[in-house]
């Protein structure tokens, strides 16, 4: 079985801010890790992915993410805020045959 | 390159009506699947094929959902007859080879049932 936890269902930040987005995962097997962004009215959209090779993985839009197997987190950073990244982010998780399983979502307001 | 296409892209109908939200994956892709998106549960898998062919259903929440993938370029998901719980948000994505490949999404359909 696997599952995906993201802390805080909104977070705000100021423009030019860290943003901070925080996942811990689940799995019994090694896992392939995503975050996925949702703007307005539309789909969702990869982020990044780790697959099993470099913890340190960088995405589009200047945001990366560290996979951390001991503390089974999988945060989403990014280390100057723009107004353009206002929308939801998706941590999900995929594990051996599993199909991917998706977090609840995280709300991202940027504050002028 | 076209995206996923889903229409129509909003559908208003009255409870007990058939509805029909249609998808057409990016060409090559072998894996297709539906999500339904709401406040209440979020993001959920619903069905997803591969070469055409139901793989996991185990997500479609009762009968009155079925989905068909007559060929690799479109699918379909029917809701009959609609109930107002069933208004969400419809995805469908595709992906190459599934595993550690990313699924590429549809703009969605807004579903509202009255």
């Known amino acids: 079985a696997q599952s995906v936890t993201q802390l805080g269902s909104h977070v705000s930040v100021s423009e030019g801010a860290l943003v901070l987005l925080r996942c811990n995962y689940s799995s019994s097997v090694p896992p392939y890790l995503f975050w996925y962004v949702q703007y307005p009215n539309q789909g969702l959209q990869l982020l990044l992915k780790y697959t099993s090779a470099a913890t340190l993985v960088k995405g589009i839009n200047g945001f990366e993410a560290e996979f951390k197997k001991s503390e089974t987190s999988f945060h989403l950073t990014k280390p100057s805020a723009h107004m353009s990244d206002a929308a939801e982010y998706f941590c999900a998780v995929r594990g051996g045959n599993e199909k991917l399983t998706f977090g609840t979502g995280t709300r991202l307001t940027i504050i002028p | 390159d076209a995206g996923v296409i889903q229409s129509p892209r909003h559908e208003v109908t009255e409870m007990g009506q058939e509805v029909t939200l249609r998808c057409k994956p990016i060409s090559g892709h072998d894996y297709l699947f539906w999500y339904r998106q709401t406040m209440m549960r979020g993001l959920e898998l619903l069905i997803y094929f591969n070469n055409n062919v139901p793989i996991d259903d185990s997500g479609m929440p009762e009968d009155r959902f079925s989905a068909k993938m007559p060929n690799a370029s479109f699918s379909t998901l029917k809701i009959q007859p609609s109930e107002p719980r069933d208004s969400a948000v419809y995805f469908c994505?595709?992906?190459?080879?599934?595993?550690?490949?990313?699924?590429?999404f549809g703009p969605g359909t807004r579903l509202l049932v009255l």
């Open positions: 994505a595709s992906s190459f080879r599934d595993r550690q490949e990313t699924q590429y």
